[in-house]
């Protein structure tokens, strides 16, 4: 599996200090368990993240800190691919996720809690592009575009999984 370019802390800082941030929360009638176990299967990100158009170099199955993938992405106009490195994991409470690509960086955290008869799913994506030109969009059109697609994603998931759980309820 390929690995991510480590970063340098002045690197972290920098990308801390001028990363764009979209937060996107939904609340899916299947248990902490059921949606962490989906979510950090990258294999099936397809079948509900709008950006994925495939994910490769990787095992059907929940991921595990240290562990990659490689993802080809589409967001508007933009196509790219980037290798993922997962972080961190706590199960079924959070997953976290970075990459840094030739095009941009981004860090994902995924936050689950019990909700009631569900669960809350908290996603939260920071990103900044390379490039003058794709950086200067970051704060407006890229927002922009990325929140709706993430809103978009978390509809999409709590759709995927409530309807698994009519399909195959919980024993």
């Known amino acids: 599996m390929m690995r991510l370019k480590t970063m340098t802390l002045a690197e972290v800082h920098e990308f801390q200090r001028e990363a764009v941030r979209i937060e996107t929360e939904i ?4 248990s ?3 949606v962490f176990d989906y979510v950090t299967t990258a294999a099936l ?3 509900w993240h709008p950006a994925t158009l495939g994910v490769y170099d990787v095992e059907p199955r929940p991921l ?3 562990e990659t993938m490689r993802e080809k992405i589409a967001v508007a106009w933009r196509r790219s691919e ?3 490195t997962v972080l961190g994991r706590d199960r079924p409470g959070i997953w976290e996720i970075g990459t840094d690509t030739a095009t941009g960086s981004a860090h994902i955290v995924y936050h689950l809690t ?6 809350r799913f908290h996603r939260t994506l920071d990103f900044r592009s390379k ?3 794709w950086r200067a969009l970051d704060a407006s059109v890229t927002r922009w575009i990325l929140e709706r697609q993430s809103a978009r994603a978390l509809r999409n ?3 995927v999984m409530e309807q698994m759980a009519v399909i195959c309820p919980a024993p």
């Open 27 to 30: 609340t899916i009638t299947r």
């Open 32 to 34: 902490p368990e059921d």
């Open 45 to 47: 990100w397809h079948t």
């Open 64 to 66: 595990t800190t240290g």
């Open 82 to 84: 980037a290798v993922w």
């Open 114 to 119: 019990a909700d009631g008869a569900g669960c």
């Open 131 to 133: 490039g003058w030109l």
């Open 157 to 159: 998931l709590k759709a």
